[in-house]
T-cell receptor
Framework: KAGVTQTPRYLIKTRGQQVTLSCSPI?????VSWYQQTPGQGLQFLFE???????NKGNFPGRFSGRQFSNSRSEMNVSTLELGDSALYLC????????????FGPGTRLTVL | AQSVTQLGSHVSVSEGALVLLRCNYS??????LFWYVQYPNQGLQLLLK??????LVKGINGFEAEFKKSETSFHLTKPSAHMRDAAEYFC?????????????FGAGTTVTVRA
């Protein structure tokens, strides 16, 4: 099976712009979670989508949003970018059961100038 | 508050020596526990997971971890380090599997292996 893919791998934006990141889960997986990784805050949970519905949400401002499509692909959007949004954004897919493994993609490195 | 603590942000070992990475969690209910590894410019790869079966869990690449409820710990070990083990290691926990499946991560431990 193909792994989790994320596009683009690298992105440079300026403050105030918005950005959309994409994640394609492993075939058959219905859950996609997003995490932000920064040197200062470490790995933090953003949100999880399961069967096109947001099932859980972390403590991030409303500028961070996401959605999931019927084919389980997910997008994450960040509006009004701030310098502090520079991070590695990782998505993880799993079948949907809590004890299942979450498989991570390679991430999208976002740099905000 | 529920938390995950990894003791030691950096660990340096000689090739062939024991690798020991410590992870403690705070929870009154035994959670689901995971260890992930991250190589430079890559995502996270699962090493092993504990889901209330055997307390000693064997993973990939010769790693294993032992769940100790009384110590609320899930330390990762490998008997003999190899140069390819140089990476960052994260302990992760699902605290409330009945309510959500989000992973809560420790701060990570960077392992360097000396020749």
């Amino acid at each position: 099976k193909a792994g989790v893919t994320q596009t683009p791998r690298y992105l440079i934006k300026t403050r105030g712009q918005q950005v959309t990141l994409s994640c394609s889960p492993i075939s058959g997986h219905r859950s996609v979670s997003w995490y932000q990784q920064t040197p200062g805050q470490g790995l933090q949970f953003l949100f999880e989508y399961f069967s096109e519905t947001q099932r859980n949400k972390g403590n991030f401002p409303g500028r961070f949003s996401g959605r999931q499509f019927s084919n389980s692909r997910s997008e994450m959007n960040v509006s009004t970018l701030e310098l502090g949004d520079s991070a590695l954004y990782l998505c993880a897919s799993m079948s949907g059961v809590s004890t299942d493994t979450q498989y991570f993609g390679p991430g999208t490195r976002l740099t905000v100038l | 508050a529920q938390s995950v603590t990894q003791l030691g942000s950096h660990v340096s070992v000689s090739e062939g020596a024991l690798v020991l990475l410590r992870c403690n969690y705070s929870s009154s209910v035994p959670p689901y526990l995971f260890w992930y590894v991250q190589y430079p410019n890559q995502g996270l790869q699962l090493l092993l997971k504990y889901t209330s079966a055997a307390t000693l869990v064997k993973g990939i690449n010769g790693f294993e971890a032992e769940f100790k409820k009384s110590e609320t710990s899930f330390h990762l070990t490998k008997p003999s380090a190899h140069m390819r083990d140089a990476a960052e290691y994260f302990c992760a926990v699902i605290f409330d599997s009945s309510n959500d499946y989000k992973l809560s991560f420790g701060a990570g431990t960077t392992v360097t292996v000396r020749a």
